[in-house]
């Protein structure tokens, strides 16, 4: 069985892991925002009172900047550009589209055309471009950038299969239904990177899945379906090359510094479907979860769509939730209101009473017990670098390798005084980051 060093076994909550997935209706309004992935947020390429259909680019980046396109899930009018809070804080732009339920689709959308297996790398990123394929797993980076930089360097592909956090089983489901459409993502990928070696990494959780890949992936060496260790953060992609290549990758290394580029199944899935039938990321696999759901369940929503619309059609709620996360309990993040909406890398929306919330602890005393440090998948000692952290000695924080946690929670999960390790690294990452901001600015400028 394949593993890293440290890490944890958590409870695992997958409570919806034999519900097959159900599509949800649209609803009477899409809210689509512009900021759907890491780098440039879209810019509107609509405007209120246009008629758009499904399917149709609504909001874009300049080609030299980090980014993809953005499409209506629905046909309807745009009703307005609206600005509503995002789960850091931050004002997001989105496009308001009310749905006509005719779900009439743009008529540019066609399958590849020719033999992809003679398709320039050109030509597949400028599809995948084109659809605006982002990761899915959460950090939604824009996949044509992650091939793109991959080129010429890669000499692996991993599909990141892990799905390691609680209660989300969006992926596996989507193993189990659409399996074929996970690996012939993967094909294309390997096409355009010009590889000849692939790792599926499923976590033994997920033995079916496993095995259902294993039947379509068929004979041949090049595609090697992995069974890993059920181990948080197992999903981690510093984590799945060593358990997978037994290479260590330090901070400040890439995984395509070891010759590895990582997707996750529902990423290779949506490429899948732009090639095979034109069809952009427009909808999506989403885990609904937590205690105060009535009807939990995997469901096929489209972008736009609200929490309190999605509650609705899962028989709406059994209590008042104490916390709305979008992606899991450990690294997911907590959302403002039932009115956020799901975007390209929403692999969950949890719905989660006060029986999930640890309980504070009033100014909480470190016993030494050396769990964070034994737990710690990146090997540092959290105890320490959260006690400089507490007391704003940032220098020290830093010389014990805060700038190398991943943030994964491990550590504070596992911690009997309650201490709440990752929110103190967290806040000395931010401050470290800063006073090299400033200084990087101070140098500019010469002072
Ligand atoms: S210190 Fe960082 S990497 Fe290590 S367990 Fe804590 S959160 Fe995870
Ligand atoms: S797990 Fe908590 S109590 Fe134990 S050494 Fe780490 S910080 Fe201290």
Not at 141 to 156: N, Q, V
Not at 225 to 237: F, I, N
Request: net charge neutral; charged share 25%; proline share 6%.
């Amino acid at each position: 069985m394949f593993t890293f060093k440290g890490g944890t076994h958590i409870n695992e909550y997958k409570l919806t892991k034999d519900f097959p997935t159900e599509k949800i209706g649209a609803p009477e309004r899409v809210m689509i925002s512009m900021s759907q992935h890491i780098g440039a947020p879209c810019t509107p390429t609509v405007a209120e009172g246009d008629r758009v259909l499904a399917g149709q680019v609504i909001g874009d980046v300049a080609p030299d900047k980090l980014g993809c396109p953005v499409h209506a899930s629905v046909s309807g009018r745009v009703a307005g550009i609206e600005q509503i809070l995002g789960a850091s804080g931050m004002k997001e732009t989105c496009v308001v589209i009310e749905n006509d339920g005719t779900d009439e689709q743009f008529d540019g959308l066609a399958p590849f055309e020719g033999d992809i297996t003679s398709a320039t790398p050109d030509e597949i990123i400028d599809v995948i471009r084109s659809a605006g394929i982002t990761g899915m797993g959460g950090a939604a980076f824009p996949s044509y950038a992650k091939i793109r930089s991959a080129l010429g360097k890669a000499d692996t592909v991993i599909v990141n299969c892990a799905e390691c956090e609680p209660f989300i089983t969006s992926d596996h489901r989507l193993l189990l239904e659409e399996p074929e459409h996970v690996v012939g993502g993967l094909k294309i990928i390997m096409i355009a990177l010009g590889v000849k070696r692939a790792f599926i990494a499923v976590e033994d959780n997920k033995r079916d899945a496993a095995g259902v890949l294993r039947d379509t992936v068929g004979g041949g060496d090049m595609i090697r379906v992995c069974l890993m260790k059920t181990k948080y953060p197992q999903g981690d992609e510093r984590q799945l090359i060593y358990a997978l290549l037994k290479t260590e990758l330090p901070m400040g290394m890439l995984p395509m510094d070891a010759g590895c580029v990582i997707f996750n199944a529902g990423t290779c899935s949506a490429i899948y479907d732009a090639f095979t039938s034109g069809l952009p990321l427009m909808k999506r696999i989403v885990t609904v979860s937590g205690d105060c759901v009535k009807k939990p369940g995997n469901y096929i929503v489209p972008l736009g769509m609200r929490v309190s619309e999605i509650v609705e059609k899962c028989g709406g709620l059994v209590k008042e939730p104490r916390k709305i996360i979008f992606g899991g309990p450990m690294m997911g993040k907590s959302e403002w209101s039932l009115n956020t909406p799901v975007k390209k890398g929403t692999s969950a929306i949890l719905l989660l009473s006060e029986a999930f919330e640890s309980k504070p602890v009033k100014d909480p005393e470190c016993i030494r017990c050396g769990r964070c440090v034994k737990n710690c998948p990146m090997h540092l000692m959290p105890a320490y670098i959260a006690q400089y952290s507490r007391i704003g000695n940032m220098e020290m924080a830093k010389k014990f390798g805060a700038m190398s946690c991943v943030e994964c929670g491990t550590c504070s999960y596992n911690c009997p005084a309650k201490i709440e390790i990752v929110q103190y690294i967290r806040s000395a990452k931010n401050n470290i980051k800063a006073e090299e901001r400033r200084l990087a600015a101070l140098k500019q400028s010469g002072s």
